[in-house]
C-alpha cells in the first residue's frame, strides 16, 4: 500500500446524499476478476449525464471528492474504492460515511475524512466557485487546508500510523501468530468445521 | 455492570488486545463466493500465503449464476465462477458449485446446514452477512482485502461497534411481517441511523418470530447503516438448528446449549442507542424511494418531499421512481413481482407467497427464486412450484437473481417492480429499473392485480 501523509490536490464536489455503492460501481463491473480497470466503472450510471459534475471539464485531474452524508453505503464491494482510487482519487471528504466503505479505503490506503456538513458545504461552494482551488490534506497533523481556512479531522492513531507508513494489515496481524495459535487451543469444541 | 449479547460474544473473540489498537477478533466461519473474493486469493497467491483454516471457510457461487438451467452464458460471469472453482481447488476449500444439492445463496446455506450457530463470530465478503446474527453470533460484511486477511490469518482487527436496542414492543398484527417491520425500522432510524453500532432487535414481536423471520430482520440491519444485527438465542433458535448436519450432537449439544443460554444480554446492561417500536401499530410496508430508508405503509400516499427528513434526495428519488407525491402507493402499477434472495428466498417466504397465489392468477411476469436448492427441493416436496406455475409465475433456480441483476435477471429501464429483496438503490435490478421493496405477501397480491396491493385487499 502506498504510503499516505500529505496530499495537495483540486477538488469535485457531489452534492448528494446517500451514495451508495451500488452507484459509485454498478454490479454489471463486479464480474471482473483483476484488481484493476475499475476506473471506467466509476459512477458509470451517472456519467452517461453530460451535466453530472464529473465531466465538468473544470474538475478534469481533481484527486479529492466532496461527497454529501452517508457516502459508501450499502454494498460492501471494495471495487467502489479501488474505482475511485483508479480513476485518481486519493481523499473522500464527507460528513459521514458508509462503516465497510470506509473500513475497505483505509484498507487500500484512499483517505476518508469526516468533516462536519456545515465545513464540507463551504468546501463544496468554494470548488464551485473556483474549480482551481487547491486544498491541502495532512494525515499527520489531521487537518484539511484551503484558501486560508482550515479544519481538523479525528482518525483513529492506529490507522494513521499504519496509512502514513503504508503497512499490510496481514503482515502486522502475522506478526501475533502465536496468539492466534493459542486463542485457537481454547476454542470450544462443539464449534463447527465445514469437512 | 451487565453486558449486552453483542460485547459477551465479542469479548470471547479477541485474540489479542493492546492499547491504542483495534482488537485482534478470532473469526469462526467465513464465508466466500464468486464475487469478492477472486482479488484475495490473488493477494494470497502473491504473497505465497496459505489458508490458515480452509475447514472454517465455505464457499458458494451464487450472484453470477443463471436461474434457469443450463451453463453461464456470459463468458465474463463464467469466468468469475471458474475463478473461484480453481482457487477452490488449490487451496483446499469445500465449494457448492452449481447443480450441487448444497448451492444457494450464501446467507442461506449457512444456517440451513447448521454452520450458522449461536456465539460465533461470522464473515463474508458481503453485506448481508448480517442476516446470520439471528442466531445470536456477530456476523458481519468485509471488502475484498478483508476477505484476504481472514483467509490468511482466520482473524481480523477490528474497533467494537457501539451497541444499539430497538426494542419492539406488542404483537404483529396478523398479515404484517418481519420484512414489514424491518422496512418500518429502516425508515424510522435512518439508512444512517445504525452507523457504527451493532443492533440487537429485543422484544416480544422478535421472540414472536421463527428463525427465517429473524432472519429477515438482522439481513437488513446493513440497510440501517448497522453491520451487524443480533437476536439472542432461545428456545426456537435450538429448535431450528437441533440435528442440523453440522449442529453439535449428544453431550456437545447439551454443552452447547448451556453456554448459549448464558449469552443473553444481562438486566441491568447498557446500551449505547435505544430505539423504540410498537409492533401492534404496524400494517404492510413498502418503499417508494431509492433506498431502504424511503419507505411507508402501503395504505399511505407517495410523501411529498418537503414532508421528508432530505427533501433534495426525495425529490431526485421521486423523479427516478417516476412517481408523483400524492399518488396512493395502492395505485402505482408494476410490471415484474420477484420473490426471493437472502432476505425472503426461505422456504417459510415461498409458502407466504404460495398461500396468496393458490387457485389465482398472476399479470405481471413473476420470478420466483428459492434460495438455495435445498429450499428448491423443499417446496417441490410440498408442491409449491406447482401452485406458481398455476398462478402463471416461473419456477426458477436457486441463485441471487434479480437482487442484483448481475446474472441475466434484470428489470429493462423504467420498468417496476416489486420485490422481497433487500435494495431500491437506483439501477440495482438493472439500469433503469424501478423497485418497490415488499414482503412475499404483498409481493404474491401484487402479481394478482398488477398494483401495489395486500393479501387482505385481494376478494
Ligand atoms: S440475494 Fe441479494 S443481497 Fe443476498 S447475497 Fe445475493 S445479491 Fe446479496
Known sequence: MEAFTVHTGRAVPLRRSNVDTDQIIPAVWLKQVSRTGFEKGLFSAWREDPDFVLNDPAHQGASILLAGPDFGTGSSREHAVWALQQYGFRVVIAPRFGDIFRNNSTKMGLLPVVLPASVVEDLQSAVETDPALEITVDLRERRVSWAGRSAGFEIDDYTRWRLTEGLDDIGLTLRNADDIGAYENGRQPWLPTTV | ?459
Open chain 2, 1 to 459: 455492570m451487565g453486558r449486552t449479547l453483542a460485547e459477551k460474544v465479542w469479548e470471547r473473540h479477541v485474540v489479542r488486545r493492546a492499547e491504542g489498537e483495534p482488537d485482534l477478533l478470532y473469526i469462526d466461519l467465513h464465508l466466500i463466493h464468486e464475487v469478492t473474493s477472486p482479488q484475495a486469493f490473488d493477494g494470497l497467491r502473491m504473497a505465497e500465503r496459505p489458508v490458515r483454516r480452509p475447514e472454517l471457510t465455505i464457499a458458494t457461487e451464487d450472484h453470477n449464476v443463471p436461474t434457469v438451467r443450463g451453463p453461464i452464458e456470459d463468458p465474463v460471469s463464467r469466468t468469475q465462477v471458474e475463478t473461484l472453482r480453481k482457487n477452490c481447488a488449490e487451496f483446499g476449500i469445500r465449494l457448492h458449485p452449481m447443480g450441487d444439492a448444497g448451492q444457494g445463496v450464501v446467507h442461506i446455506i449457512g444456517p440451513q446446514f447448521g454452520l450458522t450457530q449461536p456465539g460465533m463470530t461470522i464473515v463474508c465478503g458481503d453485506s448481508h452477512t448480517s442476516t446470520h446474527g439471528a442466531f445470536g453470533g456477530i456476523a458481519f460484511g468485509i471488502g475484498t482485502s478483508e476477505v484476504e486477511h481472514v483467509l490468511a490469518t482466520q482473524t481480523l482487527p477490528a474497533y467494537r461497534p457501539r451497541t444499539m436496542a430497538v426494542e419492539v414492543a406488542g404483537e404483529l398484527p396478523a398479515g404484517v411481517t418481519a420484512k414489514d417491520l424491518i422496512l418500518a425500522i429502516i425508515a424510522k432510524i435512518g439508512t444512517g441511523g445504525g452507523q457504527g453500532h451493532i443492533i440487537e432487535y429485543r422484544g416480544e414481536a422478535i421472540r414472536g418470530l421463527s428463525m427465517e423471520g429473524r432472519m429477515t430482520v438482522c439481513n437488513m440491519s446493513i440497510e440501517a447503516g448497522a453491520r451487524a444485527g443480533m437476536i439472542a438465542p432461545d428456545e426456537t433458535t435450538f429448535a431450528y438448528l437441533k440435528g442440523r448436519p453440522h449442529a453439535p450432537r449428544g453431550e456437545m449439544w447439551d454443552a452447547a446449549v448451556e453456554y448459549w443460554r448464558s449469552l443473553a444480554t444481562d438486566e441491568d446492561a447498557v446500551f449505547d442507542t435505544v430505539v423504540e417500536v410498537d409492533a401492534s401499530a404496524l400494517t404492510p410496508f413498502v418503499t417508494w424511494g431509492t433506498n431502504p430508508g424511503q419507505g411507508a405503509p402501503l395504505g399511505s400516499s407517495v410523501p411529498d418531499p418537503d414532508d421528508t427528513g432530505d427533501p433534495a434526495a426525495a425529490r431526485r428519488a421521486l423523479e427516478y421512481m417516476g412517481l408523483t407525491a400524492g399518488t396512493p402507493l395502492r395505485e402505482v402499477e408494476v410490471d415484474t413481482v420477484f420473490v426471493g434472495s437472502c432476505t425472503n428466498g426461505r422456504l417459510e417466504d415461498l409458502r407466504a407467497a404460495a398461500d396468496v397465489l393458490r387457485g389465482r392468477r398472476v399479470v405481471t411476469r413473476t420470478l420466483i427464486v428459492p434460495g438455495s436448492m435445498l429450499v428448491k427441493l423443499q417446496a417441490e416436496q410440498e408442491g409449491l412450484h406447482e401452485v406458481f406455475r398455476a398462478a402463471g409465475a416461473e419456477w426458477r433456480e436457486a441463485g441471487c437473481s434479480m437482487c442484483l441483476g448481475m446474472n441475466p435477471d434484470t428489470l429493462a429501464p423504467g420498468e417496476r417492480s416489486a420485490s422481497t429483496s433487500n435494495r431500491n438503490f437506483e439501477g440495482r435490478q438493472g439500469k433503469g429499473g424501478r423497485t418497490h421493496l415488499v414482503s412475499p405477501q404483498v409481493a404474491a397480491a401484487t402479481a394478482v392485480t398488477g398494483k401495489l396491493t395486500a393479501p387482505a385487499d385481494l376478494v
